[in-house]
């Protein structure tokens, strides 16, 4: 084990070795395969209807034919996965205790499960999880639950905007439930953890709303910020096309 994780006394916590770090980015190159791979399905299931028994045989050459786009389904999971990690490093407000508002890095992992349905997204997200914590998180660990609420659970829980995918403003919707999702992984790690490593002087009083005012400051503040850019009409018409275009 000590040839993923070290343990530095001095500081209490564990940090990733090199190899650890290569093998939390396999595991995310294998979840991005997945994630290919559920929405090939997803389409294959959608392009079959058992109550028309007489098209048999035209929806077995659609079936066929909707395999190809298997590889549309990787490019476009891989290249929302690889933008939304892109934006991440553009901190437009950088916080002092981690996170930060970023450009809209959020929303292209929510399009994915808004496109492709909540089993994408969620995997979509937890590929989007183990890079982001080989970013922020692999050189300081308190322990596995620290990790998982802050990475695993936190950015997975930004494919729930996959359950809105039907809905009448589904994309807004599941954005902003998909970002409180995120935001309260964050509280609840930060109730659990973080507060534990607060200077003495921290006032008391705020002990009790500092987590959930701090982790919710920069995610609303950053949605904000999405909401506005995709209401623009020429962004909003851009999506509804670029959607039409992945799911057809």
């Known amino acids: 084990m000590d040839k993923f994780i070290l343990y530095s006394a001095e500081d ?115 590929a989007y999880g183990l890079l982001q914590f080989v970013q922020d998180g692999a050189s300081y660990m308190l322990n596995p639950l620290q990790v998982f609420l802050d990475y695993i659970f936190a950015f997975t829980a930004l494919g729930v905007s996959g359950f809105f995918n039907k809905t009448k403003h589904g994309l807004v919707t599941g954005y902003i439930v998909a970002v409180l999702a995120r935001g309260a992984f964050h509280v609840l790690g930060g109730y659990l953890y973080w507060m534990d490593y607060m200077p003495d002087n921290f006032p008391s009083q705020l002990a009790s709303i500092y987590p959930f005012c701090y982790n919710y400051s920069f995610l609303l503040l950053e949605a904000v910020l999405t909401i506005i850019i995709i209401s623009i009409p020429a962004v909003k018409k851009a999506l509804i096309k670029i959607g039409r275009t992945v799911q057809g």
């Open 12 to 126: 209490g916590a564990y940090a990733l070795t090199q190899a650890g770090i290569v093998a939390v980015i396999v595991i995310a190159g294998i979840l991005v395969l997945l994630t290919a791979f559920l929405a090939s399905r997803a389409m294959n299931i959608a392009a079959i209807s058992d109550t028309e028994q007489e098209n048999k045989a035209a929806k077995t050459k659609e079936k066929t034919g909707k395999k190809l786009f298997s590889t549309k389904q990787l490019v476009v999971s891989a290249l929302g996965i690889a933008l939304a990690f892109a934006l991440s490093y553009v901190k437009i407000i950088p916080m002092p205790w981690g996170g930060s508002v970023t450009l809209c890095s959020m929303l292209f992992i929510t399009l994915i499960g808004f496109w492709y349905g909540p089993a994408i997204g969620l995997t979509a997200g937890l």
